[in-house]
């Protein structure tokens, strides 16, 4: 379920976005994490928190991809010392 403060907007000003992942029986799931998302940032900003900037003229669309889980992964380039070959 997406909301949003302002269908139309002018060159400056600013909107929020809102957004709530609803489970099969319309219950909210409180442990999803809304992303945004801009089709063209260079017309329609949108920061992490759903507020929206219009930067210039044109049409965008805004997008909230909803995450339920994440897991971390580290990359490293340090080689391993190696105890002993055989």
Do not use: C, K, N, Q
Request: hydrophobic residues 50%; negative net charge; charged residues 15%.
């Amino acid at each position: 379920e997406v909301a949003s403060s302002a269908a139309l907007m002018f060159v400056g000003t600013t909107g929020v976005v809102t957004a709530r992942a609803l489970d099969a029986d319309g219950e909210e799931v409180p442990e999803a994490v809304v992303r945004w998302r801009s089709s063209a940032a260079s017309i329609v900003e949108v920061s992490a928190t759903g507020t929206v900037t219009a930067r210039g003229v044109g049409t965008a669309t805004i997008t909230a991809d909803v995450v339920f889980d994440a897991a971390a992964t580290t990359v490293s380039d340090a080689l391993l010392a190696v105890a002993s070959i055989s």
